[in-house]
């Protein structure tokens, strides 16, 4: 697995920042700087989904917000629909970095495109970085959505 190192600005990385770590035991394989802290989070989802080739973890307002709700992000939007996310459901809070974080994530994105992390953010899953990164803006856009509906109307929509 390939994955960001921990506290370089992304302004400021460079490809050979990038950590290569094994998929199985976690051991670092190649470059001089520290994995991030995410990478227990990262790890579980690739060995528990096949099908994923991609992760973006962001911290997006939108999103991250609702997370602190402990509630499925709803209604789910056509363009939620378009890019076949699945029910965007949110994992209990748990320590940045910890294999319960990790453990949590994975179980309530199940076979998800997304999941948003309890008090935290978001993670995004896909076939390529691409991908993920557009599921990962899909998820904050469809959380504005949410917070636009969340009130009076909310509840005819939900
Ligand atoms: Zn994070």
Do not use: C, K
């Not at 051991?27 to 989070?41: C, D, K, M, N």
């Not at 199940?110 to 599921?135: D, F, K, M, N």
């Amino acid at each position: 697995m390939i994955i960001t190192p921990s506290r370089v600005p992304f302004l400021r990385l460079r490809p050979h920042d990038l950590v290569v770590v094994d998929l199985d035991g976690g051991a670092v394989l190649a470059g001089a700087l520290r994995p991030s802290i995410e990478t227990p989070l990262h790890l579980s989802a690739y060995r528990n989904r096949a099908d994923i080739e991609a992760l973006v973890h962001t911290h997006s307002p939108a999103a991250t917000a609702w997370s602190y709700l402990a509630e499925p992000l709803l209604p789910t939007t056509e363009e939620n629909e378009y890019y076949a996310i699945g029910p965007i459901a949110t994992s209990p809070p748990a320590p940045a970095g910890s294999s319960l974080l990790a453990e949590a994530a994975v179980t309530a994105m199940g076979a998800s495109a997304a999941v948003l992390l309890g008090r935290h953010g978001v993670l995004a899953a896909g076939p390529s970085v691409e991908a993920a990164l557009e599921i990962a803006a899909v998820v904050e856009r469809q959380a504005e959505i949410a917070w636009f509906l969340r009130g009076d109307g909310a509840q005819r929509y939900m």
